[in-house]
């Protein structure tokens, strides 16, 4: 069992940059691939960005390169998400997830955390 708290929500301006830590419990998390995926109002939840076990490899969607960045710090059970240059249409609610393999399908859930953008 893995649990997952993510932190570092809020409301903030377009332009502005936030980093969201997602801590998890147990000894395994470096046996786990993480992500962020997020979820507006009336959207489907989408996915923002991934890391690997040992953080080598990651990927972002299209509509975030360049302006988030992901990391995990695998002493502190902790993956980041840095996002910087911040734009409306970033308002969602964040949630961290783990995956048995990377790119696979979440196994274990945050409670997600809420991120507003105004312009």
């Known amino acids: 069992q893995v649990q997952l708290v993510e932190s570092g929500g809020g409301m903030v301006q377009a332009g502005d940059s936030l980093r969201l830590s997602c801590a998890a419990s147990g000894r395994t998390f470096s046996s786990y691939a993480m992500g962020w995926f997020r979820q507006a109002p009336g959207k489907e939840r989408e996915v923002v960005s991934a890391i690997s076990q040992s953080g080598g490899r990651t990927s972002y969607a299209d509509s975030v390169k360049g302006r988030f960045t992901i990391s995990r710090d695998n002493a502190k059970n902790t993956v980041y998400l840095q996002m910087n240059s911040l734009e409306p249409e970033d308002t969602a609610v964040y949630y961290c997830?783990?995956?048995?393999?990377?790119?696979?399908?979440?196994?274990?859930w945050g409670q997600g955390t809420q991120v507003t953008v105004s312009s």
């Open positions: 997830a783990a995956s048995r393999t990377y790119g696979g399908q979440p196994y274990y």
